[in-house]
């Protein structure tokens, strides 16, 4: 996979060159903003001033009141990328894949863009229109992985390229802020009252930042010095949906997956870095038992805050710069070392001749992900090979009825006391249950069905791929009740912590101490074929040996459906 384009829109600048000169001139749009969308604390983000993106998107187009700010800043960065080359986004053999978290979520207030459908907060409708700005043919892919969704939208492009049926995909990372995404942070206590601080003995939370960034790639390597991957890890920790793994695992094994022979090749590795005592130390971990200890690391976020879905995406880009111009980024806002293990953190402009980089992401759901970029590389091509796999076991749940390997299950309910009644009937005692939200306790009893006869002592690599249509959405609505009213303002970390499509794969893999892939994808329209080659993609990876995957949806509690699969690989 070769990387033959990209740009970066954030409150830097509208191109990947303006951003990499602001960055290097120590700059940053990080700000207080105080009653900002009526929120009762001030916080610190990188944002867009008002009516900036609108601005910026009528240069390029007349109908700015048909899209969304998400919208219109997606497709703003995918535009000055396609500029660059000489390709036809609306050719069939072009593949988008969207990164994002929440998109356009601050739809679920009726007053915010008035103008705008309802039906577009659904994040795979949102990506057709992005992609329909193009003349694309083709049904987007959205990856809704939580923080690791840049890196995730990578190694998708990568192995959906290898199908032969693209030539280019198309992978833009986005995310805007709103009073939804920070009031949830708000309640988990994680943001910092000043410019965040990534690994310092003073750092206090993380600060949140809106961009979108772009990466045009391609599956023939054909050019001998341009930027080429065929080495990336996604990993879970399996330790819990809303903390790191004390040890780093997750993200342990997702570096280890990617590191070359000779680890003196790397320039430095650009680690997640979010600034919140928890995720710094894991990552220190991760990076201590890989034996780093003297490879340079550096984190971005003290530059554009944590821009979500557009993070992997735009924090890759800034670093690939940086191997061109050989030179390492400091980390912003780092002083004095604040984590447990000896770490080698760039705190100034510094030098290197080296051509290779690892991106380092760790999120939500206990995933973790790995990318590891070359310059003018002289290495064989890796590109996946996806072997074949039977479906070893079957499972059909729905608010009718539920079958397991194709035979009917006796149950007496219907709607969401079904799922209540089969929790009773695995006799499963897992008192969590009942703290998840729709979606994940549809996957959990799905997945306690599907795995009812297997040694759960053989799912360590075990990966958990699933699809659906609207994710996490009916969590969504809930939770933006909770924040509507100014005078019943009480924002749950419990339910916003659900908030996240990917917690369902995270809470299946902390049940079953699976430590593989997990990912979440968003398809507004089920196709059946693609649903399953996102599922069989996991076997992209070698390690991988089993796939649990496949379509859930809960729409509400006399409409849900989860189709399931165990994947076993062909030895």
């Known amino acids: 996979m070769e990387c033959i384009a990209d740009n970066i829109c954030s409150p830097l600048g509208w191109t990947t060159n303006e951003n990499f000169a602001r960055v290097m001139h120590g700059e940053s749009k990080l700000t207080r903003h105080d009653g900002k969308w009526n929120l009762p604390r001030p916080f610190v983000a990188s944002l867009f001033p008002d009516g900036a993106i609108a601005e910026r998107f009528s240069t390029i187009s007349t109908d700015a009141g048909r899209y969304t700010r998400f919208e219109q800043l997606a497709i703003l960065s995918i535009s000055y990328a396609l500029a660059q080359t000489h390709i036809d986004a609306a050719d069939k053999r072009v593949l ?68 032969g049926r693209y ?97 003196a090749r790397l320039a430095f590795v650009n680690l997640h870095g979010t600034a919140t005592p928890y995720n710094d130390e894991m990552e220190s971990f991760a990076i201590a038992r890989a034996g780093l200890f003297h490879t340079p690391v550096n984190a971005l976020k003290g530059y554009y805050g944590h821009t979500m879905g557009a993070a992997g995406v735009l924090e890759t880009i800034l670093s690939m710069r940086a191997v061109e111009a050989g030179t390492i980024i400091p980390t912003r806002g780092f002083g004095t070392l604040g984590v447990s293990n000896k770490l080698n953190i760039i705190s100034r402009p510094t030098s290197t001749h080296e051509r290779e980089f690892i991106k380092l992401l760790s999120g939500f759901g206990g995933c973790n992900a790995a990318v590891r970029w070359v310059k003018g590389s002289d290495e064989a091509s890796s590109a996946p090979i996806i072997p074949k796999a039977d479906i070893i076991r079957r499972v059909h749940l729905c608010s009718e009825s539920v079958k397991l390997n194709g035979r009917p299950v006796i149950t007496s309910a219907k709607g969401s006391a079904l799922l209540a009644e089969l929790y009773k009937q695995v006799a499963v005692n897992y008192p969590k249950f009942y703290k998840m939200d729709a979606l994940s306790r549809l996957g959990f009893i799905a997945s306690e069905l599907l795995l009812s006869d297997i040694d759960r002592a053989t799912l360590d690599d075990c990966a958990v791929m699933l699809v659906g249509r609207t994710g996490c959405l009916l969590t969504d609505q809930k939770y933006q009740a909770t ?24 809470e299946i893999a902390i049940r079953n101490k699976m430590h593989g892939e997990t990912s979440f994808f968003i398809l507004e329209n089920k196709e ?40 076993k690989r062909h030895i």
């Open 167 to 263: 030539t280019h995909a198309v992978v833009c990372g986005c995310d805007v802020q709103s009073k939804f995404i920070v009031s949830g942070f708000q309640s988990f206590k994680a943001l910092s009252s000043e410019p965040c601080r990534p690994f310092d003995a003073h750092r206090t939370g993380l600060n949140l930042g809106e961009a979108a960034a772009t990466m045009i790639l391609r599956a023939d390597e054909s050019a001998a010095d341009g930027w080429t991957s065929g080495h990336i890890a996604i990993r879970n920790d399996a330790n819990h949906i809303s903390g790191p793994s004390r040890t780093g695992e997750g993200s342990f094994r997702a570096l280890r997956r990617v590191l070359p022979d000779d680890t």
């Open 96 to 163: 988008f894949v969207l990164s994002t978290t929440k998109g356009n979520v601050e739809l679920l207030n009726d007053e915010n863009q008035p103008n705008i459908p309802r039906e577009r907060i659904r994040l795979g409708k949102s990506a057709a229109v992005i992609a329909r700005f193009f003349g694309n043919p083709n049904q987007p892919v959205v990856v809704s992985n939580a923080c690791i969704s840049g890196v995730c939208a990578q190694a998708t492009a990568h192995r959906l390229l290898q199908s």
């Open 483 to 506: 924040i509507q009213h100014t005078e019943q303002f009480y924002p749950s970390p419990a339910t916003f912590v659900y908030t996240l499509s990917n917690i369902v794969t995270g």
């Open 528 to 567: 059946p074929a693609l649903v399953d080659e996102l599922i069989r993609s996991a076997f992209a990876d070698s390690e991988t040996r089993m796939v649990l995957g496949g379509w859930i949806e809960y729409e509400s509690a006399d409409r849900f459906e989860a189709t399931l699969g165990l994947y």
